[in-house]
Protein backbone atom coordinates (compact mmCIF):
# COMPACT_ATOMS: atom_id res chain seq x y z
CA UNK A 1 0.00 0.00 0.00
CA UNK A 2 1.47 3.45 -0.59
CA UNK A 3 2.65 4.97 2.37
CA UNK A 4 -0.01 8.35 3.22
CA UNK A 5 1.49 11.86 3.52
CA UNK A 6 2.94 12.83 6.86
CA UNK A 7 1.02 15.96 6.45
CA UNK A 8 -2.37 14.26 6.77
CA UNK A 9 -1.70 13.18 10.56
CA UNK A 10 -0.05 16.71 11.20
CA UNK A 11 -2.09 19.24 11.55
CA UNK A 12 0.95 21.64 12.00
CA UNK A 13 2.77 20.32 8.99
CA UNK A 14 -0.41 20.00 6.50
CA UNK A 15 0.05 23.99 6.08
CA UNK A 16 3.62 23.67 4.25
CA UNK A 17 4.10 21.62 1.14
CA UNK A 18 7.72 20.50 1.86
CA UNK A 19 9.83 18.68 0.14
CA UNK A 20 11.27 15.11 0.67
CA UNK A 21 13.14 15.80 3.34
CA UNK A 22 12.78 17.82 6.29
CA UNK A 23 15.85 19.67 7.74
CA UNK A 24 14.48 22.34 9.94
CA UNK A 25 10.37 22.32 11.25
CA UNK A 26 11.18 25.38 13.55
CA UNK A 27 7.47 26.31 15.82
CA UNK A 28 8.39 29.08 18.15
CA UNK A 29 6.17 28.39 20.48
CA UNK A 30 9.09 25.95 21.58
CA UNK A 31 11.71 28.09 21.76
CA UNK A 32 14.32 30.56 19.80
CA UNK A 33 15.25 26.88 18.11
CA UNK A 34 19.09 28.11 16.75
CA UNK A 35 18.30 31.06 15.66
CA UNK A 36 21.06 33.36 16.40
CA UNK A 37 22.49 37.11 15.72
CA UNK A 38 24.10 38.27 12.74
CA UNK A 39 27.28 39.53 13.66
CA UNK A 40 30.47 40.56 11.37
CA UNK A 41 33.55 39.02 11.03
CA UNK A 42 35.92 40.06 13.29
CA UNK A 43 39.49 39.24 14.56
CA UNK A 44 40.98 40.23 17.97
CA UNK A 45 39.07 43.35 18.55
CA UNK A 46 35.18 43.76 18.23
CA UNK A 47 36.52 47.30 16.29
CA UNK A 48 37.62 45.68 13.42
CA UNK A 49 33.97 44.39 12.18
CA UNK A 50 32.65 46.38 9.54
CA UNK A 51 30.54 49.03 10.68
CA UNK A 52 27.51 47.79 8.80
CA UNK A 53 27.71 44.99 11.05
CA UNK A 54 28.04 46.45 14.81
CA UNK A 55 24.21 47.11 15.33
CA UNK A 56 22.40 43.94 13.95
CA UNK A 57 20.07 43.78 16.55
CA UNK A 58 18.97 40.02 17.73
CA UNK A 59 15.87 37.95 17.95
CA UNK A 60 13.47 37.67 20.76
CA UNK A 61 10.32 35.78 21.52
CA UNK A 62 7.12 37.72 21.29
CA UNK A 63 3.28 37.03 22.47
CA UNK A 64 2.55 39.84 20.69
CA UNK A 65 1.54 41.95 23.08
CA UNK A 66 -0.65 45.53 22.09
CA UNK A 67 -1.06 48.39 24.15
CA UNK A 68 -5.31 48.08 22.65
CA UNK A 69 -5.78 44.46 22.41
CA UNK A 70 -3.65 42.66 24.64
CA UNK A 71 -1.55 39.91 23.76
CA UNK A 72 -2.57 38.18 20.56
CA UNK A 73 0.17 35.58 20.27
CA UNK A 74 1.16 33.99 16.94
CA UNK A 75 -0.51 33.09 14.02
CA UNK A 76 -1.88 29.89 16.08
CA UNK A 77 0.15 29.27 19.31
CA UNK A 78 1.64 31.75 21.65
CA UNK A 79 5.22 32.95 20.60
CA UNK A 80 6.64 34.29 17.37
CA UNK A 81 10.05 35.53 16.58
CA UNK A 82 10.74 38.61 16.03
CA UNK A 83 13.01 41.02 14.92
CA UNK A 84 13.00 44.62 15.73
CA UNK A 85 14.89 47.41 14.56
CA UNK A 86 16.71 50.46 16.50
CA UNK A 87 14.09 53.37 16.19
CA UNK A 88 16.44 55.04 13.22
CA UNK A 89 15.86 55.41 9.52
CA UNK A 90 17.62 52.75 7.56
CA UNK A 91 18.14 50.33 10.82
CA UNK A 92 18.04 46.74 10.51
CA UNK A 93 17.42 43.70 12.34
CA UNK A 94 18.47 40.35 11.16
CA UNK A 95 18.35 36.67 12.47
CA UNK A 96 20.15 33.18 11.07
CA UNK A 97 20.13 29.56 11.13
CA UNK A 98 23.47 27.98 10.71
CA UNK A 99 23.01 24.50 9.06
CA UNK A 100 25.22 22.56 6.61
CA UNK A 101 23.55 20.85 3.45
CA UNK A 102 24.25 16.96 3.14
CA UNK A 103 22.79 16.78 -0.83
CA UNK A 104 23.10 19.02 -3.86
CA UNK A 105 19.75 19.23 -5.55
CA UNK A 106 16.40 21.71 -4.69
CA UNK A 107 16.11 23.47 -1.10
CA UNK A 108 13.16 24.95 -0.17
CA UNK A 109 12.17 27.57 2.52
CA UNK A 110 8.56 28.23 4.31
CA UNK A 111 7.79 30.35 6.53
CA UNK A 112 4.41 32.17 8.34
CA UNK A 113 5.26 35.72 8.68
CA UNK A 114 4.21 39.19 9.39
CA UNK A 115 5.65 42.79 9.29
CA UNK A 116 4.65 45.70 11.28
CA UNK A 117 6.28 49.21 12.67
CA UNK A 118 5.71 49.64 16.42
CA UNK A 119 2.51 51.01 16.81
CA UNK A 120 2.84 53.40 19.15
CA UNK A 121 1.35 56.36 17.20
CA UNK A 122 -2.53 56.19 16.58
CA UNK A 123 -1.74 55.99 12.58
CA UNK A 124 -1.71 52.84 10.20
CA UNK A 125 1.69 53.54 9.41
CA UNK A 126 1.81 51.24 6.70
CA UNK A 127 4.91 53.16 5.20
CA UNK A 128 7.12 52.99 8.23
CA UNK A 129 8.64 49.49 7.19
CA UNK A 130 11.18 49.87 4.36
CA UNK A 131 11.82 46.15 3.68
CA UNK A 132 11.70 42.72 4.82
CA UNK A 133 13.44 39.82 3.33
CA UNK A 134 15.79 36.60 3.40
CA UNK A 135 19.22 35.06 2.48
CA UNK A 136 20.82 32.37 1.54
CA UNK A 137 24.48 31.85 2.38
CA UNK A 138 25.84 28.50 1.05
CA UNK A 139 28.97 27.36 -0.14
CA UNK A 140 30.41 24.11 -2.58
CA UNK A 141 34.35 23.20 -3.08
CA UNK A 142 33.78 25.73 -6.31
CA UNK A 143 31.87 28.76 -4.93
CA UNK A 144 30.44 30.57 -1.83
CA UNK A 145 26.97 31.88 -3.44
CA UNK A 146 24.01 34.32 -1.83
CA UNK A 147 20.88 34.31 -2.93
CA UNK A 148 19.15 37.44 -1.84
CA UNK A 149 15.42 38.42 -1.67
CA UNK A 150 13.29 41.66 0.03
CA UNK A 151 10.16 42.62 -0.33
CA UNK A 152 10.31 46.69 -0.82
CA UNK A 153 7.53 48.25 1.02
CA UNK A 154 8.78 51.70 1.05
CA UNK A 155 11.44 53.92 0.70
CA UNK A 156 11.70 57.70 1.92
CA UNK A 157 7.93 57.71 2.97
CA UNK A 158 6.90 56.50 -0.66
CA UNK A 159 5.26 53.55 -1.84
CA UNK A 160 7.58 51.03 -3.49
CA UNK A 161 5.40 51.18 -6.06
CA UNK A 162 2.23 51.68 -8.16
CA UNK A 163 1.79 55.53 -8.57
CA UNK A 164 3.17 58.20 -6.12
CA UNK A 165 -0.91 59.37 -5.13
CA UNK A 166 -1.76 55.62 -3.66
CA UNK A 167 -0.33 57.42 -0.06
CA UNK A 168 -3.37 59.55 -0.30
CA UNK A 169 -5.78 57.28 -1.71
CA UNK A 170 -7.83 54.16 0.37
CA UNK A 171 -5.97 52.28 -2.23
CA UNK A 172 -3.57 49.76 -0.13
CA UNK A 173 0.26 50.52 -1.57
CA UNK A 174 2.03 48.07 -3.57
CA UNK A 175 5.44 46.78 -2.85
CA UNK A 176 7.78 45.12 -5.54
CA UNK A 177 10.08 41.78 -4.76
CA UNK A 178 13.81 42.27 -5.18
CA UNK A 179 16.95 40.83 -5.71
CA UNK A 180 21.00 41.19 -5.70
CA UNK A 181 23.58 39.78 -7.55
CA UNK A 182 26.33 42.08 -5.92
CA UNK A 183 28.21 42.27 -2.67
CA UNK A 184 30.26 45.28 -1.02
CA UNK A 185 34.08 44.48 -1.59
CA UNK A 186 35.83 41.94 0.49
CA UNK A 187 38.08 43.20 3.29
CA UNK A 188 40.71 41.93 5.54
CA UNK A 189 39.96 41.41 8.88
CA UNK A 190 42.74 41.40 11.35
CA UNK A 191 46.20 40.50 10.10
CA UNK A 192 46.80 36.88 10.36
CA UNK A 193 45.33 37.03 6.28
CA UNK A 194 42.89 34.39 7.83
CA UNK A 195 39.45 36.16 8.08
CA UNK A 196 37.89 38.41 5.75
CA UNK A 197 34.44 40.41 5.54
CA UNK A 198 32.05 41.83 3.16
CA UNK A 199 28.65 43.68 3.84
CA UNK A 200 26.42 41.80 1.94
CA UNK A 201 23.25 43.55 3.00
CA UNK A 202 24.59 47.39 2.27
CA UNK A 203 21.36 49.32 0.27
CA UNK A 204 22.97 48.60 -2.76
CA UNK A 205 22.51 46.56 -5.13
CA UNK A 206 19.15 45.79 -5.30
CA UNK A 207 17.26 44.72 -8.23
CA UNK A 208 13.56 44.49 -9.10
CA UNK A 209 12.14 41.32 -10.11
CA UNK A 210 10.31 41.38 -13.26
CA UNK A 211 6.60 41.90 -12.70
CA UNK A 212 7.39 41.75 -8.86
CA UNK A 213 4.78 44.20 -7.73
CA UNK A 214 2.45 42.76 -4.64
CA UNK A 215 -0.06 44.28 -2.16
CA UNK A 216 0.11 42.25 1.02
CA UNK A 217 -1.99 42.21 3.05
CA UNK A 218 -1.61 45.15 6.32
CA UNK A 219 -5.17 45.37 7.90
CA UNK A 220 -6.69 49.01 9.10
CA UNK A 221 -4.98 50.13 12.40
CA UNK A 222 -1.64 49.31 12.99
CA UNK A 223 -1.99 46.53 16.00
CA UNK A 224 -3.83 44.09 13.39
CA UNK A 225 -1.94 41.73 12.25
CA UNK A 226 -1.86 39.52 9.45
CA UNK A 227 -0.13 36.47 8.63
CA UNK A 228 1.49 35.68 4.76
CA UNK A 229 2.95 32.83 3.63
CA UNK A 230 6.47 32.40 1.73
CA UNK A 231 7.94 29.83 -0.32
CA UNK A 232 11.29 30.24 -1.86
CA UNK A 233 12.50 27.24 -3.80
CA UNK A 234 16.87 27.52 -4.76
CA UNK A 235 18.56 24.46 -6.62
CA UNK A 236 21.85 24.05 -5.44
CA UNK A 237 23.58 22.27 -8.39
CA UNK A 238 23.03 25.15 -10.67
CA UNK A 239 23.34 27.66 -7.81
CA UNK A 240 20.30 29.94 -8.56
CA UNK A 241 16.92 30.97 -7.74
CA UNK A 242 13.66 28.38 -9.03
CA UNK A 243 10.82 30.13 -7.57
CA UNK A 244 9.45 31.82 -5.05
CA UNK A 245 5.57 32.54 -3.62
CA UNK A 246 4.36 34.48 -1.77
CA UNK A 247 0.53 34.18 -0.16
CA UNK A 248 -1.16 33.16 -3.76
CA UNK A 249 1.75 34.56 -6.17
CA UNK A 250 3.88 32.44 -7.76
CA UNK A 251 6.94 34.15 -8.96
CA UNK A 252 9.82 32.44 -11.73
CA UNK A 253 13.20 33.07 -10.00
CA UNK A 254 14.32 31.59 -12.85
CA UNK A 255 16.11 34.87 -14.12
CA UNK A 256 17.22 36.00 -10.60
CA UNK A 257 20.93 36.22 -9.70
CA UNK A 258 22.70 35.38 -6.58
CA UNK A 259 25.83 36.71 -5.56
CA UNK A 260 28.84 34.86 -6.24
CA UNK A 261 31.89 35.27 -4.42
CA UNK A 262 34.95 32.23 -4.56
CA UNK A 263 35.41 29.65 -1.67
CA UNK A 264 36.02 30.48 1.81
CA UNK A 265 38.10 28.71 4.37
CA UNK A 266 36.32 26.89 7.03
CA UNK A 267 32.76 27.05 5.26
CA UNK A 268 32.00 24.28 2.96
CA UNK A 269 28.57 22.78 3.11
CA UNK A 270 27.61 26.01 4.62
CA UNK A 271 23.73 26.12 4.65
CA UNK A 272 22.79 29.19 5.98
CA UNK A 273 19.36 30.98 6.35
CA UNK A 274 18.77 34.55 7.40
CA UNK A 275 15.77 36.46 7.98
CA UNK A 276 15.93 40.48 8.15
CA UNK A 277 13.74 43.57 8.22
CA UNK A 278 14.28 47.61 7.64
CA UNK A 279 12.65 50.43 8.91
CA UNK A 280 12.03 53.17 6.83
CA UNK A 281 11.72 55.87 9.70
CA UNK A 282 12.41 56.71 13.04
CA UNK A 283 10.42 53.64 14.23
CA UNK A 284 11.36 50.19 15.01
CA UNK A 285 10.20 48.21 12.51
CA UNK A 286 9.53 44.59 13.13
CA UNK A 287 9.45 41.44 11.02
CA UNK A 288 7.13 38.40 13.00
CA UNK A 289 7.90 34.52 12.09
CA UNK A 290 5.26 31.85 13.37
CA UNK A 291 7.12 28.90 12.02
CA UNK A 292 9.78 28.03 9.58
CA UNK A 293 10.44 24.66 7.59
CA UNK A 294 13.25 24.14 4.86
CA UNK A 295 12.97 21.15 2.95
CA UNK A 296 15.16 19.58 0.12
CA UNK A 297 14.49 17.00 -2.54
CA UNK A 298 16.58 14.57 -1.15
Not at 19 to 32: M, Q
Not at 156 to 174: F, M
Not at 216 to 238: C, F, G, Q
Request: aromatic share 10%; glycine share 8%.
Amino acid sequence: MPKADARSHDPWLSRFDPLARILVADDFDDGINGWSTLIGNYEGDLGTMLPGYRDLRPAMLSNLTMWDTGSAGSMDGTYALKLATRPRSGHTAVNIKRVTWRHVGLVQLECYLAYKPEARDLALGELDVRAFGLLFDIQDDEARWMPHLRFLNALEGRPAAGSATQQASLETPEGRWQYKRETEPIASIGGSGKTVSHFHLSPNGWLDVPGGSQVLPYNEIATKVNWSYLRVVIDTRLRSFVEFQCNDRVFDGSALGVIRLPPMPNLRSMLNVAFFVQTDVDKRAFLLLDSVVLSTDG
